[in-house]
């Protein structure tokens, strides 16, 4: 019988030890596919490439806020005739009957999409944007390779901007550059971060931004447990909660004169949903904002915006905000809307004295 128990009891440790192994391989797991995002589509493939249809590659090297040399790239159009690619040329089409020359004074625009492979992913936006005559400036926030081990979803990569920005006035020799941000997904919570952090970024647009890691979590479609076991892990890796990780917060800390256009598209597989872009949309400056999105099915074939509800909770109230967004007959009309909003605010911009400087926190 003593036999019995102790061989029912090794069984029980066997399978209460698996079960913990078995549970922390799933934590283990689901963090990691959130603080090393890295894209599918680029494996193997160099962070600069040799050559791009279209634009001109011009590479650089800037000292990022951990010390160690990061890679950057100013994307300008070739400026030949009939060198356009098929992108390019569809955008021209769009903007043909309009004239943006405002954005002549635009000196460049920070392009970031991706935690890795930062450079590559962002080359389809620039490619178009070049097309309008824009300098665009891409880097790499260096998820590869572990360099930085672990995505802070733009929290900490953020503190790069400015000293990319500081190398952008090297290499241009002015201090008064008016510059342009535009992200998305990853990216745009990082150009929301980094706005707050110099002003020299004098406006940001941020498509799919999500609003803090904790609703991603709580969107994953697991457990409470499982969500306090995996935040758990990310503060040990990181040191940082995952309620500190919120573009939202910095949204708030902005600058009230910082114009901010926010796009959300909807796509199937999206970590953020709408009430991510419209949740930020509510925090800032009426006069400063701009919403757009996607028509749907249901929108009547005229309708050029939509009339939103949000409710926004805190507590025992409920706030309700009635908000109109944009629409956009497709995903392509996302780059015209973005020159669009661009040429309005140029010229504010430029009679705002230039902001100093700021040192890198």
Known sequence: MGRIFKWVNIIILLLVGGGALVLWLRVENR????LQPVSPLYKGYSDLPDRAEGVRLTPFEYEGYDKKKGLACIVTSTGEEGGKTPIQQALLEKLLPERLDNLGSVDYVLICVDW??????????????AAAGLSCVLWEPRG??????YSTRGLLESKDVPLIIDALEQISGKKDLLIFGIGRGYG????????????????IAGIN???SLSSLLKRSGVSVLMRELISRRMETLTGLEPFDIAAVKSVFALDRQTPVLLIYTEEPGLESSPDDSIAMFTQLHPA??????LRRADDPPHATTRDLVFVQKGGTHEIKHHLTADLLQDAD????????????????????????PQSNP
């Not at 973005?338 to 902001?355: D, G, S």
């Open 31 to 34: 963090t990691m596919r959130v």
């Open 144 to 149: 590869k390779n572990s360099a930085r081990e």
């Open 116 to 129: 890795d492979h930062g450079i590559r992913s962002a080359l389809p936006l620039a490619e178009t944007l």
């Open 209 to 211: 931004a999500c609003t």
């Open 333 to 356: 009309e996302i780059p015209a809307l973005i020159l669009r909003w661009m040429n309005q605010h140029v010229p504010a911009l430029l009679e705002t004295p230039a902001p100093l």
């Open 188 to 203: 745009a919570e990082l150009m929301i971060h980094a706005a707050t952090k110099d002003q020299r970024l004098r406006a």
């Open 288 to 293: 400063q904002r701009q919403l757009a999105t």
